[in-house]
Nanobody, 122 residues
């Protein structure tokens, strides 16, 4: 019903930068929050950063000071700017919509993008 499409992943050397984009098929202002998660092989999927409807941001301790989450509500797009990348940042990064409402009469649902691979070489 709601599609989230990530882009911008790739291979980068340690210390480099990437910017991920998540394009939603409906207004991101219909969600309580939009966020980025990541998952490495054999690991659980963990929150990296999110931004609430009101614009408040939250970051995992491991990325504070290096990553920035932002949004463009006119484009229904959420971004994750990743600077000073480290090999331990290597993972599949997923866009997530928290309680995305598509109907005034029904509660919102969570949605996930397909993921984009980020590989940081040392």
């Amino acid at each position: 019903q709601v599609q989230l499409v990530e882009s911008g992943g790739g291979l980068v050397q340690a210390g480099g930068s990437l910017r991920l984009s998540c394009a939603a098929s409906a207004s991101i202002l219909s969600a309580d929050a939009m966020g980025w998660y990541r998952q490495a092989p054999g690991k659980q999927r963990d929150l990296v950063a999110d931004i609430t409807l009101g614009g408040r941001t939250n970051y995992a301790d491991s990325v504070k000071g290096r990553f920035t989450v932002s949004r463009d509500t006119t484009k229904n797009t959420v971004y994750l700017q990743m600077n000073s990348l480290k090999p331990e940042d290597t993972a599949v990064y997923y866009c997530h919509a928290d309680s995305f409402r598509t109907s005034y009469f029904r509660p919102g649902h969570d949605y996930w993008g397909q993921g984009t691979q980020v590989t940081v070489s040392s």
